[in-house]
């Protein structure tokens, strides 16, 4: 199983990004994704995440209102759409797979992921 995070890239604060996350070598129809970001020199933290079996979707506090994640079953794909991004959202993103589903009080849980993809930085100039 592989995933590969892309999207990531330099913008401008208020602009929106979209993010993606492909799996590979197992097709995601009974797991949960899980979106993390790490900025310099901090712990990796949660951002949003999505149980595939019901489209149940869970965001931590930053994300609420501005960010989006979603899945497309055909791309085997789960995005993330960030909208009026600010510098404190400058960090590499991880998406993350869980197989099977998670309750919601697990998805921050770093441990409770089997797969990690390997990134994309995400650098939001002021």
């Known amino acids: 199983v592989q995933l590969q995070a892309s999207g990531g890239g330099l913008v401008q604060t208020g602009a929106s990004l979209r993010l993606s996350c492909a799996g590979s070598g197992r097709t995601l129809r009974t797991d949960s994704i899980g979106w993390f970001r790490q900025a310099h020199g901090k712990e990796r933290e949660f951002v949003a995440g999505?149980?595939?079996?019901?489209?149940?979707?869970f965001y931590t506090d930053f994300a609420k209102g501005r960010f989006t994640i979603s899945r497309d079953n055909a791309k085997n794909t789960v995005y993330l759409q960030m909208n009026s991004l600010k510098p404190e959202d400058t960090a590499v993103y991880y998406c993350a797979l869980k197989i099977g589903s998670l309750i919601q009080s697990s998805f921050k849980r770093e441990l409770a992921y089997d797969y990690w993809g390997q990134g994309t930085l995400v650098t939001v100039s002021s």
């Open positions: 999505i149980r595939w079996t019901d489209n149940n979707k």
